[in-house]
């Protein structure tokens, strides 16, 4: 169990010093523009086996986004449960690396792209109790802001999830970004600096706030509405 905690983490370098200057640009572009990329096979099996398990279980559904070797997702399915949590990566071998003793009962790893099972799932009218995304890579190059989840045309799939929407990191703008995104999409957040106070949710939050680094939370209740087009 020494993935990560035996290192420090840097703090995040970018050539930005504030929100993206086309960030409303894109995100308005995307929530009215449909994203029509193909599928993936595998992401529609892992899909399939997603909804074959929430079906069976019959349980209030947690997605723990980008889960990496699933220790967010163990945890959250010790703190929940009541609930199922669901836990994604697209790493097979982030995954693989298995932990001591038996896995929870209300918690299923799945291996899948996220860009395409979000759109599953939002087409399938996935109502969701909770949803964490939980230090995603930050790109911060300005050049890679559409590989940003806010920033993505996969984001409005997001977004029809609904129920409470948690993200975590690192980089106070990406933070920020995040929220403006949110407000553009008609949805309210608040943004706190957050302090784990030792109960670390993986790892990688372990790392960062042993390296001194301040994390920080997004969060917002998304309403069941489809995300349009707003202002900030």
């Avoid at 395409?116 to 109790?129: P, V």
């Avoid at 995104?181 to 106070?197: E, F, H, N, R, W």
């Amino acid at each position: 169990m020494t993935d990560v905690q035996q290192y420090y983490s840097r703090d995040v370098i970018s050539n930005q010093d504030g929100l993206h200057d086309r960030l409303s640009e894109v995100v308005q572009r995307h929530l009215s523009s449909p994203y029509l990329a193909p599928i993936s096979d595998h992401n529609y099996r892992a899909f399939e086996e997603a909804t074959t398990v929430s079906q069976r279980h019959q349980k209030p559904l947690i997605l723990d986004s980008g889960c990496g070797t699933g220790d967010s997702s163990r945890k959250l399915a010790s703190s929940f449960p009541d609930h199922l949590i669901l836990g994604i990566d697209k790493s097979a071998d982030r995954l693989g690396r298995r932990r001591d003793g038996l896995e929870p009962e209300n918690l299923l790893l799945l291996r899948a792209d996220l860009v395409d099972f979000y759109r599953l799932a939002a087409d399938a009218g996935w109502q969701l109790a909770r949803h964490y995304i939980s230090y995603p890579n930050p790109w911060p190059k300005a050049a890679h802001f559409q590989r940003r989840w806010h920033g993505s045309p996969v984001f409005p799939s997001t977004l029809k999830l609904t129920g409470k929407l948690e993200l975590r990191t690192n980089w106070r703008i990406y933070a920020q970004e995040f929220s403006a995104a949110l407000t553009l999409a008609g949805q309210a957040s608040s943004i706190v600096k957050y302090d784990p106070q030792g109960d670390y949710l993986s790892l990688f939050e372990k790392k960062y706030a042993e390296s001194g680094q301040s994390l920080w939370q997004v969060t917002a209740l998304l309403s069941s509405v489809d995300p349009v087009p707003g202002k900030v």
